[in-house]
């Protein structure tokens, strides 16, 4: 994952320890006082969303304990590799789209953050400038060529 990435998930946690936790807790508290727990609503939700928070922690503990940071800086990139700002065509269109390659945990398409796990991701890695690509997305077959390649900040 890049040290973006990385960042971000490490707040996550220290959030869902720091905030979210001790939140549920009182709110299952809360929902303790009003009597006979079998049939409280109130509190199975908050047991419910207690046991989301918790796996949700688990999940990023193990994410980030896993974690390899890959630095995406240094000289321009000669190809398309993880943590690389990749400027396409769609050769159909004549549109021009730009993603920048990350890990699972930071992807996000509407902001250009496409999973390296992706099928475009995969399809690009490796490619140079002016290769191109063909790649089977939701909305069927696109062709793409690679525009310009780049580390950003």
């Known amino acids: 994952m890049t040290r973006a990435g990385h960042e971000q998930l490490s707040e996550e946690l220290r959030r869902l320890k720091?905030?979210?936790r001790p939140a549920i807790s009182?709110?299952?508290?809360?929902?303790?006082?009003?009597?006979?727990?079998?049939?409280?609503?109130e509190y199975e939700a908050?047991?419910?969303k207690q046991g989301m928070i918790e796996a949700r922690i688990r999940q990023i503990e193990d994410r980030l304990a896993?974690?390899?940071?890959?630095?995406?800086?240094?000289?321009?990139?000669?190809?398309?590799?993880?943590?690389?700002?990749?400027?396409l065509e769609d050769l159909d269109t004549g549109d021009e789209v730009t993603y920048r390659i990350v890990?699972?945990?930071?992807?996000?398409?509407?902001?250009?953050?496409l999973s390296v796990t992706s099928p475009v991701?995969?399809?690009?890695?490796?490619?140079?400038?002016?290769?191109?690509v063909q790649v089977v997305v939701p909305k069927g077959r696109r062709e793409y060529e690679v525009r310009n390649?780049?580390?950003?900040?």
């Open 18 to 20: 720091a905030v979210e």
């Open 26 to 41: 009182q709110a299952i508290g809360r929902a303790r006082e009003h009597g006979d727990i079998s049939e409280n609503a």
């Open 46 to 48: 908050a047991k419910e």
């Open 66 to 87: 896993r974690a390899e940071i890959v630095d995406t800086g240094g000289s321009a990139p000669d190809v398309v590799r993880f943590g690389t700002t990749v400027v």
């Open 103 to 113: 890990g699972e945990d930071e992807a996000d398409v509407s902001r250009g953050l």
């Open 121 to 132: 991701a995969r399809a690009l890695i490796g490619k140079r400038v002016e290769d191109q």
């Open 149 to 153: 390649i780049r580390f950003d900040a």
